[in-house]
Nanobody, 125 residues
């Protein structure tokens, strides 16, 4: 069993920054790809960013490229999402997810095994 706990969400003005963290506990973390997804009210959960087991490969959805950065610290069993130049359309609940059994990142929600409870990010205009 794996437990993922997100933190770092909050209310920020447009143009501001937030850093989300996702701490993993339980089974081995360092060999598995991790991802960040977000879900706005009334919408489906969407891919934001993903990172390979060793941090060597990262993927981003087009709308966050150049503004968000995903990273991980395997020694701390933690994955991060640095979010800069935030826009009101970034407002959503952000979830981290672990793709157990694979170190290759994926953009698909159905390829992730474990999910955190989510953290709210609200960007005011």
């Amino acid at each position: 069993q794996v437990r993922l706990v997100e933190s770092g969400g909050g209310l920020v003005q447009a143009g501001g920054s937030l850093r989300l963290s996702c701490a993993a506990s339980g089974r081995i973390f360092s060999t598995n790809a991790m991802g960040w997804f977000r879900q706005a009210p009334g919408k489906e959960r969407m891919f934001v960013a993903a990172i390979s087991w060793n941090g060597g490969s990262t993927y981003y959805t087009n709308s966050v490229k150049g503004r968000f950065t995903i990273s991980r610290d395997n020694a701390k069993n933690t994955v991060y999402l640095q979010m800069n130049s935030l826009k009101p359309e970034d407002t959503a609940v952000y979830y981290c997810a672990a793709r157990w059994g694979s170190g290759v990142p994926s953009t698909r929600t159905d390829e992730y095994t474990y999910w955190g409870q989510g953290t709210q990010v609200t960007v005011s205009s």
